[in-house]
């Protein structure tokens, strides 16, 4: 049983830089792709980014070119930085470990194990 933990978020303002971290006990997720996603009030969770257990990473349009996702095996770790953030970013941010295929990789449902979250709030 993989259990996940995420930190790293707090309250920046738009412009600044944050770096999330998931970490992973109980079980190696060295196999598994991990995946951010966030979801903000009264909306539904998206899909943020994820990188699979060959290190290829996905990105979500709105956060391309902005966002940057990493995994470190040996500390089963993976981390999201976050650069330029914008209001639009404020959510609470999950990640999420799972097997998915290549075109469910953005799915919700592809992903069986969680975090508990961690609260990014960007102000203007």
């Known amino acids: 049983q993989v259990q996940l933990v995420e930190s790293g978020g707090g309250l920046v303002q738009a412009g600044d830089s944050l770096r999330l971290s998931c970490a992973a006990s109980g079980s190696s997720f060295r196999d598994y792709t991990v995946a951010w996603f966030r979801q903000a009030p009264e909306k539904e969770r998206e899909f943020v980014a994820a990188i699979r257990a060959t290190g290829h990473t996905y990105y979500a349009e709105s956060v391309k070119g902005r966002f940057t996702m990493s995994r470190d095996n040996g500390k089963n770790t993976v981390y999201l930085q976050m650069d330029t953030l914008k209001p639009e970013d404020t959510a609470v941010y999950y990640c999420?470990?799972?097997?998915?295929?290549?075109?469910?990789?953005?799915?919700?449902?592809?992903?069986?194990?969680w975090g508990q979250g961690t609260q990014v709030t960007v102000s203007s």
């Open positions: 999420a470990t799972g097997r998915p295929i290549l075109s469910a990789i953005r799915n919700t449902n592809m992903y069986y194990h």
